[in-house]
Structure formats: structure tokens, C-alpha cells
């Protein structure tokens, strides 16, 4: 079984409709990450958190928000999409303090219409 | 600002061969650098990392080189195989706490 899931694995949406994506991981693992990934692009920072009571702003968060349910899930939200928002999500999750080694979900891949 | 970059979008290889996909980054402060391969439809897979203390570490059929004084990092496999088909990442973590800055990716394609 995968340590790191995200559903849905794909969506297709119009503008301005909100969108949850979710991740969960079974690592137990205290800090999970939201990353967007477009081609050319690479990986960028959307969210963190190191636990449940900690939320962190990435390199691109403006028209994202996350939940932090609890250890295991972490979901990202968009609260009015954008077709500008169309790329791969990933989720991952890193154990501290000495492996900075991040471990990735399979991805979402999200189209904005 | 910290940026990580990488030479060459597309390595064409055949089977067998040895392949070597470079990356440079810019932030002299990082203390530890990682390699990740990604399969089409997949996340991304940790393959070798290297702490900025050291030049050079071995895995099975790869090696990760780290040249600070040019800030330069590689990634060698030994014997590329078709399933080595994907695209490769380095990523850096500056000091600090765990955000990685990820470079654009190389695509590695393997002719039988």
C-alpha cells in the first residue's frame, strides 16, 4: 500500500468552483507539503505544516488555502479555481530532524476549464 | 535568491551506456542536496542524496558528485537501463529548516 495517497488523481473543473484535494500518509510523519508542479517549472512550494497546529505559507500560496485535520491528512484547497491554477499537485511528507528527504504522493493532476 | 538549475532538458542514451545529468545552484549556505527521478504519472522517487561535507557517494549503479568551489552537482547511473527512463530533478535544502528548492528536471531517454 502507498505511505503517501492523494485524491482525486484527476479533476477536471470550470472557473471560480472550489476544489478540495486531499492527502493522506500513513508514514507518521509531523510535516507535510503541498507542491504545484508545471512543465518547465520544477517543483514550488504552496504550503507546509510541522504538525496539526502549524500552518505555513509557500513561495506561490495566493489562491490556495490548506486544513491540517490531523498528522496523517492535509488537504489543499482552491476556493475559486482559475485556469491558471491547471497543473500536477503533490503532496509529500518529510520526518525530522535529521532526513531532510522528502516523500511524494502520486499526484493530482487538476484542469481548470 | 537561491535558484537550481539544470544544463540540459533531454538526455538521449542507449542501453548500457553511462549517463551523467548535470545540475548547478547558486546557493553556497545549502547543506544538503537530493536526487529525484520521476516516472511518467508518478511522483517523484528519492534516488541518492549528498551533505554539502562531502564530494562524492555511491549507490547501486549511481553516484551523486558535489563540486562546491563550482556549485555544481551530477548525477551518474552506471549501465542505463530502459527503466531508467524518466525525468531527474536535483533539489537543495538551504540551512535551516526542510524546504527544498527543486531544479526544472532533465528528461533521460533509453534506446534499447
Known amino acids: 500500500d502507498a505511505d503517501v495517497t492523494q485524491t482525486p488523481r484527476n479533476r477536471i473543473t470550470k472557473t471560480g468552483k472550489r476544489i478540495m484535494l486531499e492527502c493522506s500518509q500513513t508514514?507518521?510523519?509531523?510535516?507535510m507539503y503541498w507542491y504545484r508542479q508545471d512543465p518547465g517549472l520544477g517543483l514550488r512550494l504552496i504550503y507546509y505544516?510541522?504538525?496539526?497546529?502549524?500552518?505555513n505559507k509557500g513561495e506561490i500560496s495566493d489562491g490556495y488555502s490548506v486544513s491540517r485535520q490531523a498528522q496523517a491528512k492535509f488537504s489543499l484547497s482552491l476556493e475559486s479555481a482559475i485556469p491558471n491554477q491547471t497543473a500536477l499537485y503533490f503532496c509529500?511528507?518529510?520526518?525530522?530532524?535529521?532526513?531532510?528527504?522528502?516523500?511524494f504522493g502520486p499526484g493530482t493532476r487538476l484542469t481548470v476549464l | 535568491g537561491e535558484s537550481v538549475g539544470l544544463h540540459l532538458p533531454t538526455l538521449s542514451v542507449q542501453e548500457g551506456d553511462n549517463s551523467i545529468i548535470n545540475c548547478a545552484y547558486s546557493?553556497?549556505?545549502?547543506?544538503?542536496f537530493i536526487w529525484y527521478k520521476q516516472e511518467s504519472g508518478k511522483g517523484p522517487q528519492f534516488i541518492i542524496d549528498?551533505?554539502?561535507?562531502?564530494d562524492k557517494r555511491q549507490g547501486q549503479r549511481v553516484t551523486v558528485l558535489l563540486n562546491k568551489t563550482v556549485k555544481h552537482l551530477s548525477l551518474q547511473i552506471a549501465a542505463t537501463q530502459p527503466g531508467d527512463s524518466a525525468v531527474y530533478f536535483c533539489?537543495?535544502?538551504?540551512?535551516?529548516?526542510?524546504?527544498?528548492?527543486f531544479g526544472t528536471g532533465t528528461r533521460l531517454l533509453v534506446s534499447p
Open positions: 505544516s510541522f504538525d496539526v497546529k502549524d500552518i
Open positions: 509529500a511528507t518529510s520526518d525530522p530532524p535529521g532526513q531532510p528527504e522528502q516523500f
Open positions: 546557493n553556497s549556505a545549502s547543506d544538503y
Open positions: 533539489a537543495e535544502k538551504g540551512t535551516g529548516f526542510q524546504k527544498l528548492v
Open positions: 508514514k507518521g510523519h509531523d510535516r
Open positions: 549528498i551533505r554539502s561535507n562531502m
